[in-house]
């Protein structure tokens, strides 16, 4: 009889402890409050123990929740979020909610905060949504030339950023604009970075231009980019605050600038895109 108690009793505690697994992340505490101020600033922020946003929408909140996770996450394109009401676009809320237990670090700590705001937007704006594979616009990043030679802003790059960019998941590095392993763009329209896949010089286009960008140019290993365009009416880049004026920008097209500077072009046709489609949304319950 002791040995089937025993039994028993391993066996409740293996069911306890697979219940706690399997039980969602949540915060302990959050508050959500609409933000009615006229002020153009918007923050979101992972410090600590903590998820905190300032003047920010809910698409803006959904793409944050399913964005690739990192030190700061990767939050969604506009077009990778489908459906929902207008107002997701333009109500703005301040949300700041707290974690329990032990504070895990690194991109594993960002990646826990993000499944428990996915879970915070489910409770509090009984949202629900789902993945589905659309055939939207797309860019396809080919090479512009028949004989693929390289433009002159786009060159062969020997530096090895693999050992830098895992270092960077775990630890927060300051930023040199001349560092290889960085890359990034300017509200002006001039993007560079010193060791780009093909990979990721899409993935730049497509933040530009809110769309998929598909790398079709056949091209392997890491290169140093340099490429500038005029960025007036570029859905990726966000028009200056009220009130500031910025000089005109400089350059052609950003698809002029791509097939001049780089040899390759940026062709518009359709194919497949995962997107999240929302099937229901509610405004919240005030706190």
Partial sequence: MARIVLVLGMAVAMSIGQE???KPLAFEAASIKPNTSTSPGRRIGVPGGRFVASNVT????????????????????????????????????????????????GSEGTRRKQLMLQALLAQRFNLAMHHETKQ???????????????????????????PVLAARRTTNP????DDPCSSGVSIMGL????????????????????RAVFDRTGLSGAFSVEVQFSSDGLPGLPPPPPGVAFPPSQGPSIFVAVQEELGLKLESTKGPVDVLVIDRVEKPTPD
């Avoid at 939207?136 to 030339?145: G, N, S």
């Avoid at 300051?174 to 604009?177: D, G, Q, T």
């Avoid at 993007?191 to 809110?210: A, H, R, Y």
């Fill in 20 to 22: 706690r697994e399997q």
């Fill in 174 to 177: 300051p930023y040199f604009a």
């Fill in 191 to 210: 993007l560079k970075g010193g060791s780009m896949t093909m990979s990721d010089l899409s993935v730049w286009f497509s933040k530009l231009l809110d």
């Fill in 58 to 105: 809910l698409k803006e909140l959904i793409a944050t929740a399913h964005g690739q996770p990192g030190l700061i996450p990767q939050a969604l394109l506009n077009y990778q979020i489908s459906g929902g009401p207008n107002w997701i676009d333009s109500d703005r809320f301040n949300v700041d909610a707290t974690a329990a237990g032990d504070v895990v670090r």
């Fill in 136 to 162: 939207m616009p797309v860019y396809a990043l080919v090479m512009a030339r028949r004989d693929k030679q390289l433009g002159p802003k786009l060159r062969r790059s020997d530096v090895d950023c693999a």
